[in-house]
Each structure stands twice: as C-alpha cells, then as structure tokens.
C-alpha cells in the first residue's frame, strides 16, 4: 500500500543506520513492528494481580514427576511457572 508521509529525514537515516537497513522502507516497517511489539508488551503488565497465586504449592516437588494425562502442561512454552495456579 503506498503512502505518503511527511517523516523527518535525520531521524529516518538515523533509524536506517542504526538498524542497518538498505532502505527507508525496511527501517520504517521495522521500526513499526518494534513499536507494535513493545505496546503488546506493554499490555502484558494489565494482567498484573489477575492471574491466580498460590504460596504453598511446590513446583520443586513435582520437577521429577511424570505429569499425569491431561494435566497442566502447556506444549509450547512447558510447565506453569511456579505458584501459577492451573485454570481448567
């Protein structure tokens, strides 16, 4: 989709330097998706007190355990961390 923007030039450069980009295209499209991924980021904090802790569970105590059928495991990132309680 071609846009016309009226951007400041040094800051482009500066921001195609840095990053090392061949163009201006790539360091604004670049620079956009870091933009997008640290406000994503950003979000993450909102979710601050929502999820539930538990104190007294152990996670050490379970590392040698075999999980049981359907439990809490999570394929791509693993085990819960420690003191996230399971929601099923």
């Not at 061949?22 to 998706?33: F, H, I, P, Q």
């Not at 539930?52 to 495991?73: I, M, N, Q, T, V």
Request: contains cysteine.
């Amino acid at each position: 989709m071609a846009t016309n923007l009226a951007l400041d030039d040094a800051l482009i450069e500066e921001t195609r330097r840095i990053g090392q980009h061949k163009t201006k295209k790539e360091a604004v499209t670049s620079a956009l998706r870091e933009y997008v991924r640290h406000r994503r980021q950003l979000a993450i904090l909102d979710l601050k007190g929502q999820v539930p802790f538990d104190e007294d569970y152990d996670c050490k105590s379970l590392r040698h355990r075999k999980p049981a059928a359907g439990s809490w495991l999570i394929p791509r990132f693993g085990r819960l961390p420690c003191g996230v309680v399971p929601t099923t």
